[in-house]
């Protein structure tokens, strides 16, 4: 008799509150799931410490994926060109292939945190051997339902929304709010020292490019700039909390990030780097 061909079963961890509530949700639902996580070797201190939290919870590893090479080698490789919404090479070389090595070319479920209050689209793996599925959009959980899963279980938000960073991923990653860098400044300020020292014309090529979309984080860190981007985020929580009377603070959070990055790269984000 032919043997049964195995299948896997992988979620991939990315250190955000929606793929953490997932694996809660399906801790005992597939006890076999592999859960992963696609490290950058750039991430925030406190997304290695919420993936502890997560693999206590879960009574089991996080398995660590690392690319062949990092983020140095891409930018020097590009030219030191800093990725964006429109050069995103980083997503591909650090978050996706590693994960694509890692399936290999066995038949893969990969469980994905989309939730069905979203209208974004998930990563679909072009191989043909990984199948998405989206047991939140199935099931109907909205964020209030993933907040509860996280207070409940014990596990918690993401450390780092309590300094106001709304997303995991790279501590220097562009699709940082405005707010959000002002933020890194003050609470880590080696890493935007760290994110700064990026931004300098490539020698081979005279390139300069920033992280933050129309400045340099040199600009951004003057003490009026920071004044203003503070009063500016102040209003714009303001004026959504008005409109939102019965919304919790997450969700006014989670709208006023959406819409910021509406405006600003009229694009909803990296999937793969912040569910
Ligand atoms: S978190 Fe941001 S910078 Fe890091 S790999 Fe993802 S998109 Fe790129």
């Known amino acids: 008799m032919a043997e049964e061909k195995r299948v896997r079963h992988i979620l991939s961890l990315s250190g955000g509150k929606d793929s953490a509530a997932l694996a809660i949700y399906l801790r005992d639902r597939v006890p076999e799931m592999e859960y992963i996580f696609s490290d950058t070797q750039k991430e925030l201190p406190e997304t290695y410490e919420y993936l502890d939290r997560i693999s206590s919870y879960l009574g089991q590893s996080v398995v660590r994926l690392n690319a062949d090479v990092g983020f140095d080698h891409w930018y020097e490789m590009y030219g030191g060109m800093i990725p964006s919404n429109h050069r995103r090479w980083c997503t591909r070389a650090l978050k996706l292939k590693p994960f ?30 990984i199948k998405a599925v989206y047991p939140f959009r199935e099931d109907g959980l909205v964020l209030r339902d993933i907040e509860e899963i996280l207070r409940t279980s014990g596990v918690g938000m993401p450390p780092y929304t309590n300094w106001g960073r709304t997303r995991s991923g790279c501590y220097f990653c562009f699709y940082q709010q405005k707010i959000e860098w002002v933020r890194l400044k003050e609470t880590h300020p080696d890493l935007y020292e760290k994110a700064k020292a990026y931004e300098k014309p490539f020698e081979k090529t005279g390139n300069f490019f920033t992280w933050s979309q129309g400045e340099s984080l040199a600009e951004l860190e003057r003490p009026m700039r920071i004044e203003q981007i503070k009063r500016e985020h102040v209003i714009r929580i303001e004026r959504l909390a008005a409109r939102k009377e019965n919304a919790t603070l997450a969700e006014v959070f989670a709208e006023a990030d959406r819409t910021q990055e509406l405006d600003e790269d009229e694009d909803q984000g990296c999937l793969v780097c912040q569910l």
Request: charged fraction near 30%; proline fraction near 3%; glycine fraction near 10%.
């Open 100 to 129: 694509e090595q890692y399936c290999g070319d066995q038949e893969v479920v990969n469980y994905v945190g989309l939730r069905a209050d979203e209208d974004r689209t998930g990563y679909i793996s072009h191989k043909p051997n």
